[in-house]
Every structure is written in structure tokens, then in C-alpha cells.
């Protein structure tokens, strides 16, 4: 499982791996396709520096901006995962200290007002 | 067919976000969970998925507490020594940072490129969600604790 390459570039357009058929097994994507991708995942980010093209060789290219693309995908989600338990954390205290009258106050008080 | 249901967007609406945090409540007064608070919120999130979400079902799929299953995680680094050709470096980073994000989304090991994309932009778009929600209902549940009353209506709703 782990050196199984999961994309690897084609030239040819033959439509990719698609992957909507739910195979498991390494897909060809086209740069095109690639770059669809790409600026999807760009769009979810906060902030990305988007590097224009200026060399001709958008292959080696798009693999380096798709590259930064992830990582910061991959640190944002980590950053995302760190919040959900510092907030796990902070909950699991003030479960701790208030009793269950209180809580139940606190609720119907902050939805009726 | 791209009903706001089925999109990421679907997590980006308030009452998406206020039911959640009154489901989340409701749960963790239960003095009888065996999940961890982390846990019950990541569940509770699964399920507010719809199961329409492989990381959502990922999730789902585990049982046991997470306690008992942190030793099975292995880290494998495999080191490759390759020919000096820049194309082939930055293959491999594609591919490092590829498996990392899958490694990151609950599931999706396996996946191909273009699944995982898919699945990475509703599982962000759900964390968001997820941190919007517990910080309301942290700021409630606070705000219980000190007997004061909150400043903001419909905070378990609010999103900024």
C-alpha cells in the first residue's frame, strides 16, 4: 500500500482514471485535469500565493504549484484538526465544572433571547 | 444534480451549524459516553454527513475508541534514491504531499487524486463547520459556568 504511486502524468488524453468508479489502483491524470483539481483544492484555502506560469514547461510547474497547493492543504487541515482539540479540550472542562441544571439554563436562555 | 445537500456547502449554513451544536450538547451531557469529547464531536460530525462521505464513514467505522487504537498506527518512510533529474523530485514531492493529505483525511488512504480532492473539500468545509460549532457552544457552556447571561442571540447559530 504505501509505494503504490498514486498519480502519475500522461500526455495522453485518454481520460484519466476518472475515479469515480472507486478503484483503488493508481489513476493517470492529465495536466488538465490536474489543474482542474488543483484550483478546486485552491479555492477551499484561505490564503494561497498562486504562482503564475511563466515557463513553458507547465508540467514540471503545475506539479510544483499543485505541490505547494497540498502541503497547504495538508496544514490546514492540520491546523483544523489542532483547533477541534483545543475546543475538545476547553469542552471537556467546562463539562467538568458546570452541572447539568446550568447547562440546560444556559441553552434555552441562549436560544429564546 | 448538485443540490446545496450534496455539496460542501451544505456545512457553510447556520442551521447546519445550530444543530449541530445543540446535538453535540445534548450528547455530552450523557454521563454515560465511553467516547472522548474529540471523538463524540468527530462522530457527531460523520453522522451529520450523511453518509454520503467516505472520510464520514471512515469514521463511523470505528468502533473502539480511539484510546485503544493509537498503537496500531505505524509510520512507514520509505526512502527512494533517485536519478538527479529535477522532473522526478518534484514527482516525488507531489507524491509525498498526495499521500500525506490522504493519510490526513479519515479514509482516504486509498483513493485516487480525484477522489481525494472530492473528499478533502467536504471534510474541510466540515472541520470549519466543526470549530464554528464547538466555539459557540464552548462560549455557551461558559457563559453557564460564570451564571451570566450571553451577550449574543442565537449564538449556537452564529457564524461570522
Same mark, same amino acid.
Given at each position: 500500500?504505501?509505494?503504490?504511486?498514486?498519480?502519475?502524468?500522461?500526455?495522453?488524453?485518454?481520460?484519466?482514471?476518472?475515479?469515480?468508479?472507486?478503484?483503488?489502483?493508481?489513476?493517470?491524470?492529465?495536466?488538465?485535469?490536474?489543474?482542474?483539481?488543483?484550483?478546486?483544492?485552491?479555492?477551499?484555502?484561505?490564503?494561497?500565493?498562486?504562482?503564475?506560469?511563466?515557463?513553458?514547461?507547465?508540467?514540471?510547474?503545475?506539479?510544483?504549484?499543485?505541490?505547494?497547493?497540498?502541503?497547504?492543504?495538508?496544514?490546514?487541515?492540520?491546523?483544523?484538526?489542532?483547533?477541534?482539540?483545543?475546543?475538545?479540550?476547553?469542552?471537556?472542562?467546562?463539562?467538568?465544572?458546570?452541572?447539568?441544571?446550568?447547562?440546560?439554563?444556559?441553552?434555552?436562555?441562549?436560544?429564546?433571547? | 444534480?448538485?443540490?446545496?445537500?450534496?455539496?460542501?456547502?451544505?456545512?457553510?449554513?447556520?442551521?447546519?451549524?445550530?444543530?449541530?451544536?445543540?446535538?453535540?450538547?445534548?450528547?455530552?451531557?450523557?454521563?454515560?459516553?465511553?467516547?472522548?469529547?474529540?471523538?463524540?464531536?468527530?462522530?457527531?460530525?460523520?453522522?451529520?454527513? #450523511?453518509?454520503?462521505?467516505?472520510?464520514?464513514?471512515?469514521?463511523?467505522?470505528?468502533?473502539?475508541?480511539?484510546?485503544?487504537?493509537?498503537?496500531?498506527?505505524?509510520?512507514?518512510?520509505?526512502?527512494?534514491?533517485? =536519478? #538527479?533529474?529535477?522532473?522526478?523530485?518534484?514527482?516525488?514531492?507531489?507524491?509525498?504531499?498526495?499521500?500525506?493529505?490522504?493519510?490526513?483525511?479519515?479514509?482516504?488512504?486509498?483513493?485516487?487524486?480525484?477522489?481525494?480532492?472530492?473528499?478533502?473539500?467536504?471534510?474541510?468545509?466540515?472541520?470549519?463547520?466543526?470549530?464554528?460549532?464547538? =466555539?459557540?457552544?464552548?462560549?455557551?457552556?461558559?457563559?453557564?459556568?460564570? #451564571?451570566?447571561?450571553?451577550?449574543?442571540?442565537?449564538?449556537?447559530?452564529?457564524?461570522?
Amino acid at each position: 500500500m504505501s509505494g503504490r504511486r498514486v498519480s502519475r502524468q500522461s500526455s495522453s488524453s485518454g481520460g484519466g482514471g476518472g475515479g469515480s468508479s472507486g478503484s483503488s489502483s493508481s489513476s493517470r491524470i492529465t495536466d488538465d485535469e490536474m489543474i482542474n483539481l488543483i484550483s478546486k483544492l485552491q479555492q477551499l484555502l484561505p490564503e494561497i500565493p498562486t504562482s503564475n506560469t511563466r515557463t513553458n514547461r507547465r508540467t514540471n510547474h503545475a506539479k510544483a504549484s499543485a505541490s505547494k497547493v497540498l502541503q497547504e492543504t495538508c496544514n490546514y487541515i492540520k491546523n483544523l484538526h489542532r483547533e477541534v482539540d483545543d475546543l475538545s479540550d476547553r469542552l471537556s472542562q467546562l463539562l467538568s465544572t458546570i452541572d447539568a441544571d446550568s447547562t440546560e439554563a444556559a441553552i434555552i436562555r441562549s436560544l429564546i433571547e | 444534480m448538485s443540490t446545496l445537500e450534496s455539496t460542501p456547502d451544505r456545512w457553510k449554513t447556520v442551521s447546519q451549524q445550530q444543530i449541530y451544536s445543540m446535538k453535540l450538547i445534548q450528547v455530552l451531557r450523557r454521563t454515560d459516553r465511553h467516547f472522548t469529547v474529540r471523538e463524540t464531536a468527530d462522530r457527531l460530525l460523520a453522522v451529520s454527513s #450523511g453518509g454520503r462521505t467516505r472520510w464520514s464513514r471512515a469514521i463511523l467505522s470505528n468502533r473502539l475508541s480511539l484510546n485503544m487504537m493509537n498503537n496500531r498506527r505505524r509510520r512507514r518512510h520509505k526512502k527512494v534514491r533517485v =536519478s #538527479g533529474e529535477i522532473r522526478m523530485k518534484k514527482k516525488e514531492a507531489f507524491d509525498r504531499k498526495t499521500r500525506v493529505l490522504g493519510e490526513l483525511v479519515p479514509g482516504c488512504r486509498k483513493l485516487s487524486f480525484s477522489r481525494l480532492i472530492d473528499e478533502a473539500e467536504d471534510y474541510i468545509a466540515a472541520l470549519e463547520m466543526q470549530v464554528r460549532a464547538m =466555539s459557540a457552544v464552548a462560549g455557551v457552556l461558559a457563559g453557564a459556568g460564570a #451564571g451570566s447571561l450571553p451577550a449574543d442571540s442565537d449564538k449556537l447559530g452564529c457564524n461570522n
